[in-house]
């Protein structure tokens, strides 16, 4: 049971919007910075966003995220079928860093 | 373009040390935060520990007991072991470089990975 909490699963459409949240408590994502990863099948994750909404180079503005308070949020928009995979949120806990469960974006 | 390539055993048995280093190349060591983190088959990721170039270390509580990471400057190169493994420790094995400090969780560069399978 990871400390931050993500939904199994989302849909959508191709060229559809969606968000993907994780939430968390004071303790970590209240007071710290969140990333994001997007994991391709049989693949290592790949950073998507950094510092709660920054991009790394070479990651479209279709990618975006946010904070507020104890929760984040990715979004995703004009959605492809190359962006079915796996989504992990990551911030700091106490002394270690901690991974959400996890969401797979089913592009239908 | 900065590249991590995870080295080690593949397949283990119940009790021994699984050991695995982490090869830098197209960067420096120096100056960054590594990190190891592992992904269980079919499984959510878990982050292990981190080692700042220097030496300094951290480690997840949950496995502070068995684990030890370290680092060689002179190789760029850093290292995990993680004693008494068992088959909870089979898991595909990941390197990582940290953005900025230890607390941002934040890992640009990422190793292809690497299963290691603990099994009698």
């Known amino acids: 049971q990871s400390v931050l909490t993500q939904p199994p699963s989302v849909s959508a459409a191709p060229g559809q919007k969606v968000t993907i949240s994780c939430s968390g408590s004071?303790?970590?994502?209240?007071?710290?910075?969140v990333s994001w990863y997007q994991q391709l099948p049989g693949t290592a994750p790949k950073l998507l966003i950094y510092?709660?909404?920054k991009r790394p180079s070479g990651i479209p503005d279709r990618f975006s995220g946010s904070k507020s308070g104890t929760s984040a949020t990715l979004g995703i928009t004009g959605l492809q079928t190359g962006d079915e995979a796996d989504y992990y949120c990551?911030?700091?806990?106490?002394?270690?860093?901690?991974f959400g469960g996890g969401t797979k974006l089913t592009v239908l | 373009q900065v590249q991590l390539q995870e080295s080690g055993p593949q397949l283990m048995k119940p009790s021994e040390t699984l050991s695995l280093t982490c090869t830098v190349s197209g960067g420096s060591i120096t100056g960054y935060y590594w990190s190891w983190i592992r992904q269980p088959p079919g499984k959510g990721l878990e982050w292990i520990g981190y080692i700042h170039y220097s030496g300094n270390t951290n480690y997840n509580p949950s496995l502070k007991s068995r684990v030890t990471i370290s680092v060689d400057t002179s190789k760029n190169q850093f290292s995990l072991k993680l004693s008494s493994v068992t088959a909870a420790d089979t898991a595909a094995y990941y390197c990582?470089?940290?953005?900025?400090?230890?607390?941002?969780?934040?890992?640009?560069?990422w190793g292809q990975g690497t299963l290691v399978t603990v099994s009698s």
């Open positions: 510092e709660n909404s």
């Open positions: 004071s303790s970590n994502i209240g007071n710290n910075y």
């Open positions: 990551v911030t700091w806990d106490s002394s270690l860093s901690v």
């Open positions: 990582a470089r940290v953005i900025g400090d230890f607390w941002s969780g934040s890992y640009d560069y």
